[in-house]
């Protein structure tokens, strides 16, 4: 009996482990994505941490912190470090939260290859040291979870952002990127309001876009707005600028 009780409940542990992580995409925070309504999406950023502080729910929390990961990513196009880094120190004990369950596994090892580029990005004098950190944090993020597009997209990042004589590469990138996809949408719960999905095909074609494909950058975000037709910053920038280029 009592080696039957170890044996279930190591299978109750692995159902766990293994078990994916839901689609808890929010319709707000999508709204304030495609939109580009930044205010809009830090109140949505509100509602849901309220949501998390009553429910505890953490698909609240996860749903936060990618919210906080987009949110991050703009503060370092528009606005100054000394913006940035409390909600990258928030982005950090939130992370830490999230690495208490398990079927966010693959997730949280991925925002914590993100976590140290954010750091770089404040310090860009501790990449000699972060960055093979970072290096090492993908491959655990690989390793736990290489059926993850959160995962695949920190790979993406990686490649397209670090030199070549440290293993980065534009053309490995756009692969990733292009895996990434394949694994939101070979998933079946996929929400409508997934603002990471839309995101990943415009990062796919902003790379395209590097590597001067501009016929490839179209498709890609032609594939956004037959997605999204409402998608602001693809419909009124992306495209009309690559249509540009190729005239």
């Known amino acids: ?3 039957t009780f170890i044996i279930l409940q190591l299978i109750l542990a692995t159902a766990a482990w ?3 992580a839901r ?3 929010n319709s707000k925070i999508y709204s304030g994505y495609i939109s580009g309504d930044m205010n809009f999406w830090k109140n949505a950023m ?3 941490e309220e949501a998390y502080s009553k429910t505890s729910d953490p698909c609240h929390l ?3 912190i990618e919210a906080r990961y987009g949110y991050i990513g703009y503060l ?3 606005g100054s470090k000394s913006d940035v880094k409390p909600v990258v120190d928030t982005f950090e004990i939130d992370l830490e939260a999230l690495a208490a369950f398990p079927q966010y596994r693959a997730e949280t090892e991925a925002f914590r290859v993100a976590l140290l580029g954010f750091r770089m990005g404040l310090n860009p004098a501790r990449a000699i040291s972060l960055g093979p950190k970072a290096l090492k944090q993908l491959d655990i993020a690989m390793e736990v979870g290489s059926n993850s597009a959160a995962v695949w997209i920190e790979k993406a990042n990686s490649e397209a952002n670090m030199p070549a004589f440290a293993g980065g590469s534009k053309t490995k990138a756009v692969e990733s990127f292009k895996e990434a996809l394949r694994l939101f949408e070979s998933d079946p719960d996929l929400s409508a309001f997934n603002w990471r999905y839309l995101n990943t095909i415009v990062l796919l074609g902003q790379t395209y876009e590097k590597l001067d494909d501009y016929r490839e950058a179209r498709e890609a975000y032609r594939k956004a707005l037959k997605r999204e037709p409402s998608f602001s910053w ?3 920038e992306l495209l009309p600028a690559i249509e540009k280029k190729l005239e």
Do not use: A, K, N
């Open 23 to 25: 689609d808890c995409s």
């Open 76 to 78: 370092f196009g528009t």
């Open 62 to 64: 996860f749903t936060l």
């Open 18 to 20: 293994s078990q994916p």
């Open 46 to 48: 509100i509602e849901v």
């Open 234 to 236: 693809v419909r009124d």
């Open 1 to 3: 009996m009592r080696i």
